[in-house]
């Protein structure tokens, strides 16, 4: 198993640009996260979703965007990117019934 | 949401055991207590949890004090790759039951 993927490992982004972070497991896990941790501070929820066809949000979900059309695959769409979004992204996820979570290797975003 | 309380950092030598401690007096009954460690550059990683018993895992131990109010990671024999942030995290029951990650505490391991 792969486990939890993420792409690109890095990207510099202008302000008002949007892009996507892709992130996909293997493991057939019905929950999956996203998560932003900035510099000196632990990681904070962005989005998540329970399963194909549902998602809400997290503690942090202003100016992101996310939907979940297949177990695998849980991408997050920036909008129209800004400075403060600069940030390393981690996607996450589990099954159904157990506690760990799986996080992936991270995204290193720059927004100038 | 129940709130945890850890050093922010600790230094340890190599081959000798490391208890990290984290408080966390508001638990409530159903609360588990996790810990996950996040190596540098890299995404956190899940190391142990525990409800009320004391656990042990192939990467460490969970002592629980008897009231809950408290709690201990024990890494039997540090390494220089244990060198990471940890986070003690308070769980509430339930599928939909997130993480709530706080700025955790900093091992150093000195060779």
């Known amino acids: 198993n792969a486990g939890v993927t993420q792409t690109p490992k890095f990207q510099v982004l202008k302000t008002g640009q949007s892009m996507t972070l892709q992130c996909a497991q293997d493991m057939n896990h019905e929950y999956m996260s996203w998560y932003r941790q900035d510099p000196g501070m632990g990681l904070r929820l962005i989005h998540y979703?329970?399963?194909?066809?549902?998602?809400d949000q997290g503690e942090v979900p202003n100016g992101y965007n996310v939907s979940r059309s297949t177990t695998e695959d849980f991408p997050l769409r920036l909008l129209s990117a800004a400075p403060s979004q600069t940030s390393v992204y981690f996607c996450a996820s589990r099954a159904g019934g157990r506690y760990e979570q799986y996080f992936g290797p991270g995204t290193r975003l720059t927004v100038t | 949401d129940a709130k945890t309380t850890q050093p922010n950092s600790m230094e340890s030598n190599e081959e000798e055991p490391v208890h990290l401690p984290c408080n966390h007096s508001t638990i409530s009954g159903t609360d588990y207590i996790h810990w996950y460690r996040q190596l540098p550059s890299q995404g956190p990683e899940y190391v142990i949890h525990g409800l009320t018993s004391n656990v042990n895992n192939r990467m460490a131990s969970l002592a629980i004090a008897e009231d809950r109010k408290s709690s201990t990671l024990i890494l039997h024999r540090a390494t220089l790759r244990d060198a990471a942030v940890y986070y003690c995290?308070?769980?509430?029951?339930?599928?939909?039951?997130?993480?709530?990650f706080g700025k955790g505490i900093t091992l150093s391991v000195r060779p």
């Open positions: 995290i308070l769980r509430s029951p339930g599928a939909n039951s997130k993480l709530t």
């Open positions: 979703s329970v399963g194909a066809g549902i998602t």
